[in-house]
């Protein structure tokens, strides 16, 4: 018994699933190449060109890296403003406050020393020098309000002696011109001096800062 003909396109029916329809089978030319797809993962290297070379990294990587950048600028900028605005460190330069504080010696400026609460008498602050257009380390010795009175090389703080623990016994605190001096601070006034009063140019030269020329205060 002769069997049927089928078409080239397609196979015989048999026992299990007879009569379903089969998809017909695609026939590729011999010069066809057969290309798998594949689906694009995370890991899959991404093509990133430096200079005219082009290198494969994984884009994890350079996620990684894209990170570690940003992290680092991040530190750089915290550093800048931190230093900048909240503790800087200072080197003492020059015998204006001997004893206290010594020639090439490190300390730390905190410059929120004074944001909530103002600069008092007694204080080593940083100010902007009037005398040289610099930074020079100071102490607070009369402020606003008050009334200064030097002569005999003492020094008169409201009608009274001031009492000065941080100076050497006998120090003399001498005016520039060798003559008594009063001095009344106005608002935002203030008058510093260094603790070596035979080398220190300050106020009895030229005269009180204003509170804006206070950066803050020195600690260890």
């Known amino acids: 018994m002769d069997l049927p003909a089928y078409p080239p396109t397609q196979t015989q029916p048999t026992e299990v699933g007879e009569g379903r329809d089969i998809s017909p089978l695609r026939i590729e030319n011999d010069n066809d190449t057969y ?25 994890r990587l350079l996620r990684q890296l894209v990170s570690l950048l940003v992290f680092c600028l991040l530190c750089v900028a915290s ?25 090439g ?23 902007r020098d009037p005398g040289h257009d610099d930074f020079a380390v100071k102490r ?3 402020k606003p309000g008050d009334w200064l009175n030097l002569k005999d090389g003492k020094v008169y703080l409201n009608g009274r002696r001031l009492v000065e623990p941080y100076l050497p016994k006998g120090t003399f605190t001498a005016t520039a011109d060798l003559q ?10 203030y008058f510093v001096m260094g603790d070596n009063r035979v080398c220190s140019e300050d106020s009895r030269n030229y005269g009180r800062i204003v509170r804006s020329s206070i950066l803050g205060s020195i600690r260890r």
Request: aromatic content about 12%.
């Open 140 to 142: 607070i010795i009369a």
């Open 180 to 189: 008594e001096k009063w001095i009344e601070l106005g608002k935002e006034h």
């Open 105 to 127: 010696e490190y300390y730390f400026l905190n410059r929120l020393a004074y944001f909530f609460k103002s600069p008092a008498r007694g204080d080593l602050v940083v100010i």
């Open 35 to 59: 290309v798998p797809e594949v689906q694009a993962l995370d890991d899959q290297p991404a093509r990133v060109t430096v200079r005219g070379i082009v290198s494969r990294v994984p884009r």
């Open 79 to 103: 550093h800048f403003v931190f230093s900048r605005f909240v503790i800087t460190p200072v080197i003492i330069q020059g015998r204006s406050m001997m004893p206290t504080l010594l020639d």
